[in-house]
């Protein structure tokens, strides 16, 4: 249908963006809490909660006050927690066995916020760049590569510790190749049959893990994660490896970062029914807080255009270090409002 005069179009978009209450009603993609999920770091001792350099409103904490963090993010909706350890220096070796101490940061975090907020899922994440001497994801073999098979054989122990500490979710973000196979049946044959697991499945080595890097002190000691982490310039290759996941028993799936893979996003949630979580990584969110501190964008704005567009390319769960306030801001109805 067209109009006589081109200067009068009958077709016009605009009839439904002229008000807040239009907008509203044809909104396509909306965010809740409960697809949120905030990511916390445990460190050692008591009464410790230090703001990280490179993440500002992002903080290390010891066991107590991380109790409380998740208590404030349950009491505001947030769907769950992801927890990593930052263990001394001096607790790292070359295998990065302290990840497997049941009575280790994490286990004991995912006690402290059982108690503290018995509805808040709790997602532990597993990997060893945060225990191991050398800061790679795993035992080195004589060349100095991640060894894969010696990092599976350690990778079901770790499961089972985490699980039987009370994870909710176990998840995986090493990289390494059968890793999902490996603690599906570590956790089968442990009881834990009924924990899902959360497969970060196509993960890339991205610059954009800078930050997180300096929050949980496992920067590799030398080299970089290329050679288990994904090229970012493939995309055949991360359905591959998100199919060799789904067989061998992920529950859901994850890929990470978020904004420089809004394809890869789609392309998962077309392609496969499991549920979808993206992970709104370290560097992502402190470009937007440095860029809104120094007043060269709207730090709150952009963030929720991020998490929208992520959502909007197809990902349930987000994991987001924006999480909490993002949830407070869906509450009180400032999400969006601008
Ligand atoms: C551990 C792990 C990393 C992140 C999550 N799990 C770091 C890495 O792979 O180097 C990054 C998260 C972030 O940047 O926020 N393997």
New binding site residues.
């Given amino acids: 249908m067209k109009s006589e005069n081109p200067l009068h179009p009958l077709i016009r978009p605009r009839r439904l963006r002229a008000s807040p209450g239009l907008r509203g009603l044809v909104r396509e993609t909306r965010l809740s809490p409960a697809a949120l999920v905030l990511?916390l770091f445990v460190v050692p001792g008591a009464g410790v909660r230090q703001e990280i350099a490179s993440m500002p409103g992002v903080f290390r904490e010891s066991v107590d006050m991380l109790a409380t963090s998740a208590k404030r993010a349950a009491d505001s909706g947030v769907g769950g927690v992801l927890l990593?350890g930052v263990p001394p220096a001096a607790a790292k070796d070359a295998e990065g066995r302290a990840a497997l101490d049941p009575a280790g940061l994490v286990p004991r975090a995912l006690e402290a916020v059982a108690a503290a907020a018995p509805g808040l899922v709790r997602i532990a994440?597993l990997?060893f760049?945060?225990y191991t001497s050398h800061g790679h994801?795993g035992p080195l073999d004589a060349h100095g590569r991640v060894d894969n098979d010696a990092t599976l054989a350690l990778t079901g122990e770790q499961a089972q510790v985490l699980a039987r500490a009370g994870a909710d979710v176990i998840a995986p973000?090493?990289m390494m190749d059968g890793m999902v196979a490996v603690i599906r049946q570590a956790l089968d044959s442990a009881g834990c049959s009924a924990v899902p697991i959360l497969s970060?499945a196509a993960?890339y080595a991205?610059a954009?893990?800078?930050?997180?890097?300096d929050?949980?002190d496992?920067?590799?000691a030398f080299g970089d994660?290329r050679a288990y982490?994904m090229d970012p310039a493939n995309a055949l290759e991360a359905m591959r490896e998100v199919a060799l996941d789904v067989e061998q028993g992920a529950d859901m799936l994850m890929v990470?970062?978020a904004m420089p893979c809004l394809d890869i996003i789609r392309r998962v949630r077309e392609r496969y029914d499991l549920p979808l979580a993206a992970?709104?990584?370290?560097?992502?969110?402190s470009m937007i807080a440095a860029a809104g501190e120094r007043g060269w964008i709207d730090a709150d704005r952009a963030m929720q255009e991020s998490l929208i567009a992520i959502r909007r390319a197809g990902a349930d769960i987000i994991i987001t270090?924006s999480a909490l306030r993002t949830a407070q801001q869906l509450n009180d109805g400032t999400f969006g409002a601008a």
Avoid: H, I, L
């Avoid at 954009?208 to 890097?213: D, I, K, T, V």
């Avoid at 992970?279 to 969110?285: D, L, T």
């Fill in positions: 990511p990593f994440d990997c760049c945060e994801c973000s090493g970060y993960k991205s954009f893990y800078g930050p997180f890097r929050a949980a496992s920067a590799p994660r982490q990470k970062p992970y709104q990584v370290s560097g992502e969110y270090y």
